[in-house]
């Protein structure tokens, strides 16, 4: 997944979270204007038809609370807290409302989609019913009937109403958990993809370090410990020409100036470098063929890293560096005749050295191809494989 690919869709999720808020929030404000209008349309209605009625000035007043309460809600309905004290307060209201005055009982409509979407399914579901049961309680008030028929049917679809809403809230609750758990989910796969590049950037560093900088340096070491013990000048200068191309090296890496080793003759040339600097013969059989970029790297860095190892620790007379073209693809050697080691109990790498054939040996792999190690008392053999470019 690429750098913006990757920022999209950690962006994505929190958009979704988001845009259900907002539609959690816009279905309370339309449901609360819903229901100041149904109340203020309720009033003036009760005023032009019940005027002399004795309860006339209390059932207006409490119908323009009610308006006044939902118009309030739909202004403030973002503030949770306060979205969820004035939508109890209106489920009171309406229900006081519908008592008094059975005509407005289709506020509790709007009402039940409000408490939905302001409180909790729980509260919303038993304030609602509360509403409804004084809906089915008046109904048959305003009808001037005890027909039991109506009062069941009234009550029916009340309840068809009412587990309606609430299954459609709890519905949306569940979606929203689902989204913000993937939220949860894709972030911390993000964090643990940030982590695996940032590991594979610090390995990868620290092969180019091992394979150029550290080989040089080691080998200026070594040169610089002789030239000490023999006072040999050459070796003095020996080691001057290791630690420049210790800090060529260095400054390369510093400038991400990788060269391109893909053709042949680029590696040959590279590895016939490596050889000569230690000392070591050179030679190449069958056609030659190019390699991929990784591979053409990864057998170059495998070839510095044995080499190095066999100038300083093996006491070898002679070094011998072999590049062998063949239909599956290139295999490098590096022998010695000096005194070898037991591939199998080498010591766990440390700051003091260890890494050059695990980092090798991961390289290689990486890019399809394997390393092998033989090595007794009379020699050492690496011997490094990767198949052949595809192009």
């Known amino acids: 997944m690429t750098r913006r690919a990757d920022v999209g869709a950690r962006r994505e999720v929190p958009l979704r979270a988001w845009a259900w808020a907002g539609a959690e929030h816009r279905a309370a404000q339309l449901s609360s204007v819903a229901l100041a209008l149904t109340a203020s349309v309720g009033g003036v209605r009760y005023h032009s038809v019940h005027a002399a009625d004795v309860d006339h000035h209390a059932v207006v007043a409490l119908a323009a609370l009610v308006a006044l309460g939902a118009a309030g809600l739909a202004l403030g309905a973002s503030r949770r807290q306060v979205a969820r004290a004035l939508a109890l307060g209106l489920a009171l209201g309406t229900v006081a409302l519908v008592l008094l005055a059975p005509s407005t009982a289709w506020v509790v409509v709007p009402l039940v989609v409000t408490l939905q979407a302001t409180t909790s399914v729980v509260v919303a579901t038993v304030a609602g019913g509360l509403a409804v049961s004084a809906v089915v309680v008046s109904v048959p008030r305003l009808a001037a009937s005890a027909d039991v028929g109506m009062l069941v049917a009234c009550a029916l679809a009340g309840l068809v109403f009412l587990v309606a809403v609430a299954l459609a809230r709890a519905s949306l609750d569940a979606r929203d ?82 060269q391109d080793l893909s053709g042949a003759l680029g590696l040959e040339a590279e590895l016939r470098s490596a050889a000569a600097r230690v000392g070591a013969t050179w030679s190449t059989t069958g056609v030659r063929r190019d390699l991929s970029a990784e591979g053409a790297l990864a057998v170059l860095r495998a070839a510095q890293g044995a080499l190095g190892n066999a100038e300083r620790h093996s006491a070898a007379a002679r070094i011998e560096l072999e590049v062998r073209y063949e239909e599956a693809g290139v295999v490098l050697t590096v022998s010695d005749d000096g005194v070898g080691f037991d591939p199998d109990a080498l010591p766990a790498p440390g700051p003091r050295g260890g890494h050059g054939l695990a980092i090798a040996r991961r390289r290689l792999e990486a890019v399809g191809g394997r390393l092998v190690v033989r090595s007794s008392a009379i020699g050492t053999l690496v011997e490094a494989s990767v198949p052949g470019s595809r192009s």
Not at 234 to 241: C, D, K, Q, V
């Open 177 to 258: 958990r689902t989204v913000q758990e993937l939220s949860a989910s894709r972030a911390q796969t993000s964090e643990a993809e940030r982590r695996a590049e940032h590991l594979e950037a610090r390995r990868h560093l620290s092969a180019e370090l091992h394979d150029t900088v550290v080989q040089s340096v080691a080998g200026a070491l070594l040169l610089a410990e002789a030239a000490e013990r023999t006072g040999d000048a050459s070796h003095a200068t020996a080691a001057r020409r290791a630690l420049r191309v210790a800090v060529e090296e260095t400054r390369a890496l510093v400038d991400d100036l990788e």
